[in-house]
């Protein structure tokens, strides 16, 4: 009997893998929104949202107050001209009430509309170093505006029982306007970032932008004084639903405002869409002209 003696090799060592190869390109097409690509930057979205709230109220006095001083001294202001002089109608709710429940709204758009405009120019320092998706920029800033509405929101609920009025079965569809007042900030703000980004005196046009639309919204009057013939023209400002949608939610009051609320929501669908195509047309210029 032979014995065949076999010679056993050591195992050869296994390759390590290749690295994964990631392709950044702009956007393909004119609607290209890849919103699980920013669910997956969703942590950096906190980051931006929360480092926008310590940067508004590092080194003030009052700190988160200015949430509630800039509504609330804005709507004793208009009580006192619009309402005990001018003599306004309120649909019989109380002029301060009347105001504030307007004004909630108004201050949330107007201040994210001021951050959404500049955040691509303040962060150019991270645009040209890093990639995340862009539109994490002026989606923190429209989202950290929130909780300046949520510290009004509890004001105007001690004003109510100030005046003995309780919250109706309307207030269930609050979360409906609110979300229709975030999504016309995201809009118009994706305009004006990228805008901004490009011509610099967008900044300056700006302060009389949010005065003018301020004066062509229903905050210092009802939108009964339009003409109904005209009211779904006049919708045609999504603000103008907005408001008073969140009159109506908050109070009670008066009939809902079906057709400004109708033209006002085709407005927002059309202002978000045409934002997201010319935000991602102008984004892969943005690293080079800020």
């Known amino acids: 009997m032979s014995v065949t003696q076999q010679t056993v090799l050591p195992p050869t060592p296994a390759l390590p893998a290749a690295p994964p190869l990631l392709r950044i390109a702009p956007p393909q097409g004119w609607l290209e929104l890849n919103l699980r690509e920013v669910w997956e930057y969703r942590e950096l979205l906190y980051f931006f949202v929360w480092r926008d709230l310590k940067i508004r109220y590092k080194q003030t006095a009052i700190g988160a107050a200015w949430a509630v001083l800039q509504p609330f001294l804005t709507m004793i202001v208009f009580s006192l001209f619009f309402g005990a ?4 109608p309120s649909h019989g709710l109380p002029y301060p009430i009347f105001y504030y429940s307007a004004l909630l709204p108004w201050m949330y758009f107007a201040g994210a509309l001021q951050n959404a405009t500049s955040t691509v120019v303040d962060q150019q320092r991270v645009i040209t170093k890093v990639y995340f998706p862009r539109l994490v920029l002026p989606l923190a800033a429209v989202l950290s505006g929130l909780v300046d509405l949520a510290i009004g929101f509890v004001v105007f ?16 569809l609050l979360p409906g306007f609110l979300l229709l007042g975030v999504l016309t900030a995201l809009g118009v703000g994706l305009w004006l970032s990228a805008l901004n980004a490009i011509y610099r005196d967008v900044r300056y046009v700006l302060p009389f932008l949010i005065q003018f639309w301020m004066f062509a ?30 009159r109506w939610a908050l109070t009670g009051q008066g009939q809902p405002p079906n057709l400004l609320l109708a033209a006002s929501t085709g407005a927002v669908v059309l202002l978000v869409a045409g934002g997201v195509v010319y935000f991602q047309k102008m984004e892969a210029t943005f690293a080079d002209v800020v």
């Open 85 to 88: 002089l001018a003599r306004i």
């Open 217 to 246: 919204s229903p905050v210092a009057y009802p939108s009964s004084l339009v003409p109904e013939r005209w009211r779904w023209l006049y919708g045609l400002n999504p603000m103008a639903g907005v408001i008073e949608g969140f």
């Open 157 to 172: 609920l001690g004003m109510m029982l100030y005046y003995g009025m309780t919250p109706q079965a309307t207030i269930l």
